[in-house]
């Protein structure tokens, strides 16, 4: 079979280079033309774990081709995958210019009948404007060619998304046709071989699915964070509770995790505009309002830590950041805490002195020289009077002790991961603050 994906961002690169791995021939197109003429060469512009090994083996096998331009390969291929971003509009429903930019060219190139699926994360609504936009270029194009069109929203993870994509826990296509179905079914197979994970539901359902899904897991988020801030009043263990109910089947231990709040590419936006959603159709979603403003109080929660430990008189404290991307194992800085937290510190004052094992190029594209960047951690921790961490990178987590306690000033560790012994710390002579 042969496919194309439009969009070559964390989805969109991922979903085709997995594709061409189970021996699809795959195009993925994008309109930044740097990015294509690096991915051509095998240069991959984004740190995903895996990727560039995939990436490189299916080029080399002559699977995998890059171009600017969708109508290079529409003759060829059965279906159209449209991994475009959404990002959040002013009011903060998703903005589908992308999405629907894509479908316009859809329209304007296909020849036969195609599929196209949307794999970006789009609201309730957005197949049949997208079906709309198809058909008004057909009739200027004069052409009655069948055209089918599916929904079927992405779960990986970043980090982890070879693997969510080879493995998945289910697969969700959301169709109105048989054809498609049937498609769409032959596209999934291989990836189902162990067991059949595929979900086949209506179009709206699963342009719901995905947005009930990141707001679920948002949910668990802001409630541990709920939960560790009271802990902290009434001198409970967040961790020792995360235990405790995380072994109850009826919960799960996943996503249980007190930290600095939520951010990435998806839950913010995603449970922003679900709200929206909600809004446009007269609806109050209380609970993901509640998510939000606990989200972004807990985004604060290390500066206020640290605020508190130096009573308000933050000036010229030297502070050391260890992580910046929004979670290990990916460089994406997209609402990462960690922007938060280094604002607040440069307003109060404060030199901060950063360090991540990939992110420290995004993270001088986003914010420039206005924090030292180190070469490593303990780098980082020179003449630091605290130490925050901010994303757990497998690297901070045994650090050397004896290292850190030659190397700062004031000994305070301040973890909002919630990864260190607090007793092993405190006998090292650190002071020690966690979430909860
Ligand atoms: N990042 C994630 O972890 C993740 C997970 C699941 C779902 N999603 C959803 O998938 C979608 C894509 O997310 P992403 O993080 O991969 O986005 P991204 O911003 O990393 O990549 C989007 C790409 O689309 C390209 N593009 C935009 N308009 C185009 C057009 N008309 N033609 C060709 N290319 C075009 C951009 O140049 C960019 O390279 C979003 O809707 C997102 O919510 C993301």
């Known amino acids: 079979m042969k496919i194309a994906v439009v969009g070559t961002g964390y989805v969109g690169l991922v979903s085709g280079a997995c594709f061409a791995e189970m021996g699809v021939d795959v195009t993925c197109i994008d309109i930044n033309e740097e990015k294509i003429v690096a991915l051509k ?35 060829s291929v059965d279906v159209v995958f449209s991994a475009v971003g959404t990002p959040p509009d002013e009011d903060g429903s998703a903005d589908l210019q992308y999405v629907l930019a894509v479908a316009r060219q859809f329209g304007q190139t296909i020849k036969k009948h195609t599929i196209l699926v949307t794999k970006s994360t789009v609201p309730v609504g957005t197949a049949k404007k997208v079906k709309e936009a198809i058909q008004i270029e057909l009739d200027k194009r004069g052409e009655t060619i ?6 079927n929203p992405e779960f990986l993870k970043e980090g982890d998304a070879i693997k969510d994509f080879m493995t998945p826990d289910r697969v969700v296509v ?22 059949d994970r595929m979900i086949f539901t209506d179009i709206p359902s699963a342009e719901m699915i995905k947005y009930a899904n990141n707001s679920m897991l948002a949910t668990r988020i802001s409630f541990m964070n709920d939960i560790a801030n009271l802990c902290e009043i009434v001198g409970a263990d967040v961790n020792m509770v995360r235990k405790g109910i995380g072994s109850d089947s009826r919960i799960g231990n996943k996503f249980l995790y007190a930290g600095c709040g939520y951010g990435g590419s998806c839950f913010p936006k995603d449970v922003k505009a679900l709200i929206q959603t909600a809004n446009s159709v007269g609806y109050d979603m209380k609970v993901l309002r509640a998510v939000e403003e606990v989200n972004e109080n807990q985004k604060g929660i290390l500066f206020n830590k640290i605020d508190k430990h130096y009573n308000g008189e933050l000036k010229g404290k030297v ?89 700062m000033n004031d000994k305070v560790i301040i973890d909002g991961r919630n990864i260190y012994d607090k007793d092993e710390v405190a006998e090292m002579g650190f002071t020690y603050y966690k979430i909860g």
């Open 41 to 75: 060469k095998g240069k991959i512009p984004i740190y995903e774990p895996g990727l560039t090994t995939i990436v490189n083996r299916n080029i080399d096998a002559g699977r995998l081709h890059f171009s600017t331009d969708l109508t290079a390969c529409i003759d």
């Open 146 to 151: 069948e055209f089918d069109v599916a929904s």
């Open 174 to 195: 959301g169709i109105d046709s048989d054809r498609a179905k049937l498609t769409m079914s032959r596209l999934y197979k291989q990836f189902m071989l162990s067991s």
């Open 319 to 407: 502070v050391a950041l260890w992580g910046l991307s929004f979670k290990p194992e990916t460089d994406d800085m997209r609402e990462a805490p960690s922007l938060t937290l280094i604002d607040r510190l440069l307003k109060a004052g404060c030199e901060v002195r950063v360090y991540d094992p990939i992110s420290m190029d995004e993270c001088r594209r986003k914010i420039g020289d206005q924090v030292t960047y180190c070469k490593d951690m303990y780098e980082a921790a020179l003449d630091a009077d605290t130490l925050m961490l901010v994303t757990e990178w497998k690297e901070f987590r045994i650090p050397s002790l004896s290292i850190l306690k030659k190397v």
